[in-house]
């Protein structure tokens, strides 16, 4: 009897048998996880030694190093350059405004020669003539029209020989010409200017007159105190 249920249960017509399993599936889940986990780490492990052996990121890090130092090369010579190049504007700028103030210096240099040469000749002009009598002289007078109704005139009143007392006087201007076709004279606006002459004594000034007028001559007479010339000469003006 035993025989037949053994044979029974081992042959094909045997019932079914099923196996579960004791674990429940969260447990199952955390296995799978852990077994993921490290299948993943051996992969990564496998992938980084293989790189190691074949020397592929040996050489990378090489070449990042070697790009990080010209790069740390490149800025050094670039900073070294821009600082070469503002000393260089900064010196140029300096030499632009050294320039220009010595070229400013150069004209005023230039008109401060051509008035003294101007002095010069003007007081060559007026040096006394050896020999000449004692008593006051008028020497370089000169008058020039400088804008329309305007007459400007210099002169030099100079004692001859060994100079005596200071003189104390007076000098006046007379103009002649044309105005409207017709003959025409004026004189200062104010009259007769006082004049002080110890050795010597420059006068200077200007003259208003009509617009319409033209001026042919300008004549400069120096009086004494009693109304008496003492010196006379006259400058002759273009038309």
Do not use: C
Not at 6 to 22: D, E, G, Q, Y
Not at 177 to 196: F, I, K, V, Y
């Amino acid at each position: 009897m035993r025989f037949k249920l053994l044979r029974r249960r081992l042959s094909i017509s045997a019932p079914r048998m099923i196996v579960r399993s004791h674990l429940p599936w969260p447990l199952r889940w955390a296995v799978a996880a852990v077994v993921l986990g490290f299948s993943a780490a051996i992969a990564l492990w496998a992938f980084e030694f293989g790189k190691d052996i074949a020397g592929l990121d040996r050489g990378g890090k090489e070449e990042v190093a070697h790009l990080r130092a010209e790069l740390a090369s490149l800025r050094e010579q670039n900073e070294r350059a821009q600082t070469i190049a503002n000393t260089a504007d900064s010196l140029l700028k300096a030499e632009k405004a050294a320039q220009e103030k010595l070229a400013e210096q150069l004209k005023q240099t230039e008109a401060d020669n051509l008035a003294l040469k101007a002095d010069l000749g003007f007081f060559e002009r007026l040096l006394p003539v050896a020999g000449a009598p004692g008593g006051l002289a008028v020497r370089g007078f000169q008058a020039e029209p400088v804008a329309p109704g305007q007459l400007r005139y210099q002169l030099l009143v100079m004692q001859n020989g060994r100079p005596g007392a200071p003189f104390d006087g007076r000098y006046e201007l007379t103009l002649s010409g044309l105005l409207d076709g017709r003959p025409w004279t004026a004189g200062l606006p104010g009259g007769a200017q006082p004049l002080q002459v110890k050795q010597y004594a420059r006068v200077e000034g200007r003259i208003e007159h009509p617009a319409g007028a033209v001026v042919k001559t300008v004549q400069v007479r120096v009086l004494n105190g009693t109304g008496a010339v003492m010196a006379t000469q006259m400058a002759a003006l273009g038309s």
